[in-house]
């Protein structure tokens, strides 16, 4: 999910409560306003913050220099500066594979067949924000 407040910090605090109460597994949070209550709150419910500042740059971090990965390709990851390095996976073929595996379990009638596994092969987009 992602989340767009327009830098208002009333809209922020309306968005976190919201995505608690969807009981998120945990959340990629760049503040605009001062929801310290807020976050405190998903904290002591155990969710899982990353917390990112806008004004990275002022105290000297750069993507580049401090690394990160995403998992999924997004569309959006190779146009911020300079780009997040993501690992990609084949949603589409994962997808498409279930499907059949369910169609093919539903035409055969047979609710008994064992589970099996699928691999996919997952691949690395190197960009910026990984290269020192």
């Known amino acids: 999910m992602v989340c767009n407040t327009d830098n208002d910090p009333a809209q922020e605090r309306?968005?976190?409560?919201?995505?608690?109460?969807?009981?998120?597994?945990?959340l990629v949070f760049n503040a605009a306003g001062s929801s310290d209550r807020e976050l405190q709150a998903l904290v002591e419910e155990g969710i899982p913050l990353v917390l990112l500042d806008r004004e990275l740059s002022d105290v000297g971090v750069r993507l580049g220099e401090t690394g990160l990965m995403g998992i999924d390709e997004l569309d959006w990851?190779?146009?911020?500066t300079p780009g997040i390095t993501t690992l990609a996976?084949?949603?589409?073929?994962?997808?498409?594979a279930a499907v059949a595996c369910l169609m093919r379990r539903r035409e055969a009638g047979d609710r008994t067949t064992p589970a099996r596994r699928v691999h996919f092969q997952a691949s690395l987009i190197p960009r910026g924000s990984t290269r020192g």
């Open 14 to 26: 309306e968005h976190l409560a919201l995505l608690a109460s969807y009981q998120v597994e945990g």
């Open 89 to 96: 996976q084949p949603t589409e073929a994962i997808g498409r």
């Open 77 to 80: 990851c190779e146009l911020v």
